[in-house]
């Protein structure tokens, strides 16, 4: 009887093994296959400027309200921290590190997960679900081109500057908490953020932005493509969707700062 | 002219369909009959390559489509036309706008060809002055027709139905009936309809195979149904259809 409990434990993990194996074998073609549409941008560029507007500028609210809020955060406690030490005048610094190469890229990467990776596994899941993906194919038109690419191709566009403004505001806020809650010149914050700058904080920063673009719309794009079962099924694929991108930006945030430290150090 | 050779489909260990052989010949009108469920419109997706089997062949006038590549399919399903059960129109796009879509995108036509198609569709269709609404506006029945105008938009040879009068009020159905006879009669196109509904079959296929447990166990002229011996085939004439 035991022996046969462990059989069947075996048994069903075997199957989520192999179910998993299968699932990014789907996945890998998927994206190879979003990549090798990319030379037929110019035929969708109309899609392109759509998902450009909705991933790019649409974003620029809650872009701003994660890097203020994160600027903000971390002047106010590290400057405490600081103070302790009586190293107030390396707020700058200390605070620059944190927003441009790494809380600040990871908190827009999350956010933008939630909002444009949410938006896509819904969109892309109910046209799954009402055969209009289906549709798209069965009248000679290839769903990962149109609806796919111009979705990655906007992402790796518009994160760039997303970035940058993400990166600007936080700063920025940071300058201002460090001005009237620290009561830190603003000359002080400034000077001991400039001459440290690297090449390689803002190659950390910049090399997200596509990383996490790609991350973010090709998960939530595959996974609204494997939706099934109804209203629920978009429900769960968008759920699955959110949780695999944000957890792998999370993963990616951590290797692209390593990686490039390790080699620009 | 279709053709399935002993298509076998499974998902997973459950056997959707099982050596599933039938024919469906040009300007003909062909009924696929079953309770639901049991992978009627899976044979639709079948025929346009959509999907592929598991063992089998499907043959499109005449060539293997099975082995052939997704790029390689679009000519050949641009032979058929197909509506989809919900419709599948896109609903960010007007009427004139979803007959026209899949123009713009495979035919280099100029505007003017791709404006006279569709409005002769939507002529066609009984929809004059609705080109600029979205399909959220319109009753179950006009989606339909529009679908089918969308259908015709490449001129197809046969055009394949999934459930084409399913949540269609009696008059919506009656007419969804007539304009698919009058695609044969007028058009000289055939048609494929996957359908549970009995008296849809009767009123305008002429032929009807009938599905039932993964296997088809009646293919052949509709009124010859009737001399059918399968017990289900008799439970489906004595009316108890919508109960299995």
């Not at chain 1, 990776?117 to 069965?138: C, P, T, V």
């Not at chain 1, 690419?149 to 906007?154: D, K, S």
């Not at chain 2, 592929?52 to 060539?63: A, E, L, M, T, Y």
């Not at chain 2, 009669?185 to 008296?199: E, P, Q, S, W, Y």
Request: proline fraction near 4%; aromatic fraction near 8%; hydrophobic fraction near 45%.
């Amino acid at each position: 009887m035991p022996l046969t409990l462990i059989g069947n434990y075996v048994d069903s993990k075997t199957l989520q093994l192999k179910e998993l194996l299968l699932t990014m074998q789907e996945f890998f073609y998927f994206a190879l296959r979003a990549f090798s549409t990319l030379p037929k941008a110019k035929r969708y560029w109309r899609d392109v400027l759509d998902q450009a507007l909705i991933c790019g500028v649409e974003s620029i609210p809650i872009v701003l309200v994660s890097s203020i809020s994160i600027g903000a955060l971390m002047s106010m406690e590290v400057g405490n921290l600081l103070e302790e030490f009586g190293a107030k005048t390396m707020l700058g610094r200390s605070t620059s590190n944190a927003v441009l190469r790494e809380l600040g890229p990871l908190l827009m990467g999350l956010m933008l997960s939630a909002r444009y990776g949410s938006r896509n596994g819904a969109e892309l899941g109910a046209m799954q679900i009402s055969e209009q993906i289906d549709a798209l194919r069965a009248f000679g038109t290839d769903p990962i081109a149109k609806l796919v690419m111009p979705r990655l191709l906007a992402a790796l566009i518009m994160f760039v500057p997303l970035i940058a403004l993400s990166d600007f505001a936080g700063l920025q806020t940071g300058a201002l908490v460090a001005e009237y809650y620290h009561k830190i010149d603003p000359g002080i914050f400034w000077n001991s953020i400039y001459p440290r700058l690297a090449p390689k904080d803002f190659v950390v920063s910049f090399l997200k932005a596509p990383v996490f673009a790609i991350i973010i719309t090709l998960v939530s794009s595959f996974n609204g493509f494997s939706a099934r079962g109804g209203t629920a099924g978009v429900g769960r694929s968008t759920i699955k969707g959110i949780v695999a991108s944000s957890g792998l930006v999370l993963v990616a945030n951590f290797y692209v700062s390593k990686i490039v430290l390790d080699i620009m150090h | 002219m279709i053709e399935l050779r002993n298509v076998t489909l499974k998902y997973g260990e459950k056997v959707i369909l099982d050596k599933v052989s039938l024919t469906v010949q040009d300007n003909t009108i062909k009924a696929i009959l079953g309770p639901s469920g049991v992978g009627k419109s899976t044979i639709i997706k079948l025929m346009l390559g959509l999907i592929k089997p598991n063992s089998g062949q499907v043959f499109v006038d005449g060539v293997d489509i099975t082995p052939m590549k997704e790029a390689d399919l679009y000519p050949i399903r641009r032979k058929m036309g197909i509506v989809f059960q919900g419709n599948a129109l896109f609903d960010s796009m007007t009427i004139a706008q979803n007959m026209s879509f899949f123009l713009r995108e495979n035919l280099r036509l100029p505007d003017e060809e791709i404006s006279r198609r569709v409005m002769e569709q939507i002529r066609f269709a009984g929809l004059e002055g609705y080109e600029d609404q979205l399909p959220e506006s319109l009753s179950g029945g006009m989606k339909k027709r529009v679908a089918i105008g969308r259908a015709l938009i490449f001129n197809p040879k046969m055009i394949l139905f999934d459930e084409p009068t399913a949540g269609l009020d009696p008059v919506s159905s009656r007419k969804i009936l007539n304009l698919i006879a009058s695609l044969k009669k007028n058009n000289d196109l055939g048609a494929v309809f996957v359908t549970h509904i009995i008296d849809d079959v009767f009123a305008i296929a002429d032929e009807v195979a009938v599905l039932y447990q993964s296997k088809i166990i009646f293919d052949g002229p509709t009124e010859q149904l009737h001399e059918s011996e399968h017990p289900f085939i008799r439970s489906i004439l004595s009316d108890k259809i919508l109960e299995l």
